[in-house]
């Protein structure tokens, strides 16, 4: 009996485990804890587009793509135990979703030889290739988030902020804090006046955060959320009555999860954005079709077009034209991780390209560099509609301040690079 | 059959007195030392050591000091994550302040720094007792957390609050940072376990100890019989603090090499550490190692059994480890209320007599 069930055992791990042949790439997932909400579309986009071009295209270059899930719930030591377990499989990327689980894996990708890309999260300095070898925060970060904030809110004040009254209601963690540096900068360059509203994990008690803004009366709240936290924020701000227009959120605060619970009251909030929204796009098609339709749909498949749904399929799009790259690169189908970086730090997204794949002006066109792992920085704003249940793009994807944000990633990384003895790339 | 007495004849009182008096059991010991010292790191690689070993040996050492604060002296504790941070924090600012000094001074020294800390934040435990020692020291918690996070200086003013390991080396080998070997790291907190092992069982057996334990099961008895309830209770801590605060150092500089305090050492952490302690046995050195193991190792098992064996989906298979592992310890407490180490106990008396029980 018990041999009989270590050989079928034994011969499911042998089914189960990666062909050799296959492009593996890592899915740190979240599906469960207090920010499976985010982390359950964002895994289901990133699935359901290696699935894609699995079933469409008959994988990358003739290769097939095989994506490893491992569940981290958003804590740092399961994702180490993920990272550990899957490292060894031939992973050429990691995209952890989660800043602490980044901060972790920055010295170890470094050290392994693999890339680690973390999309609009993670450690913001690490735009400066120079220093950051193997990590990847194109096409914009936290910085360039808050600059983007800031510059559509100049953008509605006719360029004039001085005296207005700025608050941030973060999440009190390494992500939240993320954003403060730039926001200090820009509130001394723009005159406006920044007070800081920390909210502790996991979120759901904001009470005496918001019974100060409405005390302080501020012109315009802004927020760095995640998970439950951007519901409750949401509501509260219903709650007290504060103007939805003139409360907006970061990409991670953007999804219609956080915006629902409120109702009609959520109606004109806004949130900063680096890729497109909604399911108007050719790729859909496509999707419906391989994917839905065929049963091969990750999770329940009841997210597709939705924002975090989309931001899953631009990453597993940028990871795929990165591979794509370093194929042609090298000329070889089956690359390694270390072809992998070449071919992530030899990225090019252009208009063509992302028409070609049925997604034009999906994202910001952008190019990676030796030096630029950050891409431009473009940012758009995107707004909520209560009544119709959709966001909406209000403006394209601009320019961020780069003279504050550079400035700051130099100082930031250059002060890693002492405190490791990092010598400097790309000379 | 095992574990027999017969012909194990002591003619002196050390030997009368050592830990492991039968010959047998003293032999498993030994065994296990050398399988741990001379084997082990001749196979780990960096999964086993960064996914199973290391945090098994880290949780140990935390379970062995909260089971001495809990088990020996029973003085409830809720405030072993807050320790567990000053651990990280202390390590943390003197690997960053004195970088060519050794890591073995600084965990040591942040194992003071904790014992410091917690001798403070053990004084209320002159006054109270039971259920408002434990609120009293969840204060501990949520304050330290908070400290850590409001205060720049502890993280060096990094724009993230985040503190991560710079690379630093014991002899030469390096221990901290991405480019430590497995077994390197390994053998490091081993070393640190099994110091702390030692010190914490003869401690345990010695007058000290049972100071601890006359505070435990009656404190007024023991006040009369000329146990000075301060110095025992305060000694308690301090050794407590100790052993947390230099599992709180090679949690953040060998294991983890970046953490957060609010995510790495919350309340949760203070929960999983007392659950090592009771699921594993109050009162009992054997069982923190049984109840660190336990809760270390059942999640990973589990994963491996349901994602790569049986190929369910990760999610379902983290909520039936939620379920599984909560069933087991309220199985465990309805069964052996005295965990673990009990039931090893039991085992041990059972095979003495076998397979002639009468």
């Not at chain 1, 100049?154 to 207005?164: A, P």
């Not at chain 2, 504790?77 to 924090?89: D, E, K």
Request: proline fraction near 4%; charge should be negative; glycine fraction near 10%.
């Amino acid at each position: 009996m018990i041999r009989n069930l270590m050989s079928a055992a034994l011969a499911v791990t042998l089914v189960s485990g990666p062909a050799a042949a296959d492009l593996v790439f890592p899915d740190l997932s979240y599906r469960t804890g207090p920010y499976a909400a985010g982390g359950v579309p964002f895994s289901d986009g990133y699935n359901d587009y290696f699935t894609l071009v699995n079933e469409r295209d008959g994988g990358i270059g003739g290769v097939k793509a095989q994506v490893i899930e491992c569940e981290t719930g958003y804590n740092t030591e399961k994702g180490v135990e993920c990272y550990e377990a899957t490292k060894d499989k031939g992973a050429l990327i990691y995209q952890p979703l989660s800043t602490g689980i980044t901060y972790q894996l920055i010295p170890k990708v470094t050290a392994d030889g693999i890339p680690l890309h973390t999309m609009g999260y993670g450690r913001t300095s690490a735009a400066n290739g120079k220093v950051f070898s193997h990590v990847f925060n194109y096409p914009a970060n936290y910085w360039n988030g808050a600059s983007g904030v800031i510059n559509h809110l100049l953008e509605e004040n006719g360029g004039d902020l001085s005296g207005k009254k700025i608050s941030l209601v973060y999440h009190n963690s390494s992500y939240g804090k993320e954003p403060i540096r730039t926001l200090e900068e820009l509130s001394e360059k723009h005159g406006f006046e920044l007070k800081l509203l920390p909210v502790d994990h996991p979120g759901q008690e904001q009470k005496s955060q918001w019974l100060q803004i409405r005390r302080d009366r501020p012109d315009v709240v802004v927020m760095w959320g995640w998970g439950v936290m951007n519901q409750v924020a949401i509501q509260e701000a219903a709650n007290i009555r504060f103007p939805m227009e003139n409360f907006i959120g970061v990409w991670w605060s953007g999804a219609e999860h956080d915006v629902i619970a409120a109702g009609a009251k959520a109606n004109g909030y806004k949130a900063v954005t680096f890729h497109n929204v909604g399911d108007d796009f050719p790729v859909f098609d496509d999707m419906q079709k391989y994917v839905v339709d065929a049963g091969l749909a990750a999770g329940a498949g009841d997210n597709v077009g939705k924002v975090l749904y989309n931001r899953g399929l631009y990453a597993a799009m940028l990871a795929v034209e990165a591979a794509k790259t370093a194929q042609e690169m090298h000329g070889v189908a089956e690359i390694s991780p270390a072809m992998m970086r070449d071919g992530m730090e030899a990225l090019v997204i252009d208009e063509a390209k992302m028409t070609g794949l049925g997604m034009p002006n999906f994202g910001p066109t952008f190019n990676v560099s030796c030096e630029n792992h950050g891409g431009l920085g473009l940012v758009g704003v995107t707004q909520w509609d209560a009544e119709n249940q959709t966001w909406s793009l209000i403006s394209d994807f601009q320019e961020t301040d780069g003279d504050v944000i550079n400035a700051l990633i130099t100082e930031d990384s250059t002060a890693f690079a002492t405190e490791n003895n990092i010598a400097q790339r790309c000379e | 059959m095992f574990y027999r007495e017969a012909g194990d004849f002591k003619t002196s009182y050390v030997a009368d007195g050592q830990t492991f008096p039968i010959r047998f059991d003293r032999m498993r010991y030994y065994a296990v030392l050398v399988a741990a010292f001379g084997v082990i790191p001749f196979f780990i690689n960096d999964y086993w050591a960064n996914a199973i070993l290391l945090p098994f040996l880290i949780y140990a050492i935390a379970t062995i000091g909260l089971n001495i604060l809990v088990g020996y002296c029973g003085q409830v504790s809720l405030g072993t994550g807050g320790f567990m941070a000053v651990g990280a924090y202390g390590c943390y600012k003197l690997m960053t302040t004195f970088p060519e000094v050794s890591m073995i001074v600084h965990v040591l020294l942040s194992g003071g720094i904790t014992a410091a800390v917690c001798v403070v934040f053990g004084l209320p435990s002159l006054r109270i007792k039971g259920f408002y020692l434990a609120v009293a020291t969840l204060a501990a918690q949520f304050f330290l957390v908070w400290l850590f996070n409001r205060v720049p200086w502890f993280y060096n003013n990094s724009a993230s609050g985040q503190i991560s390991a710079p690379e630093r080396e014991v002899f030469g080998i390096v221990i901290t940072g991405p480019n430590a070997s497995a077994w390197a790291t390994y053998l490091f907190c081993l070393i640190f376990l099994t110091f702390c092992a030692l010190v914490a069982r003869n401690l345990t057996r010695g007058s000290v100890g049972r100071s601890w334990m006359a505070i435990r099961d009656m404190d007024i008895a023991a006040e009369i019989i000329g146990v000075n309830p301060m110095k025992a209770k305060m000694t308690a801590f301090a050794v407590s603090g100790f052993f947390i605060g230099v599992s709180g150092a090679l949690f953040f500089s060998v294991y983890l090499g970046a953490v957060e305090v609010g995510e790495a050492f919350g309340i949760q952490k203070s929960f999983l550490v007392l659950f090592m302690v009771i699921i594993g046995g109050l009162g009992s050195i054997f069982g923190s190692f049984a109840g660190a193991a336990f809760l270390v190792l059942l999640p990973v098992v589990l994963k491996v059994l349901g994602v790569d064996v049986l190929g369910w989906p990760t999610d379902i298979v983290v909520h039936f480890q939620l379920v599984i592992v909560g069933a087991l310890i309220v199985f465990f407490l309805i069964v052996e209320p005295h965990g673990l180490a009990q039931m090893w106990r039991v085992t041990k008396e059972k095979l003495r007599l076998w397979p002639f029980p009468h």
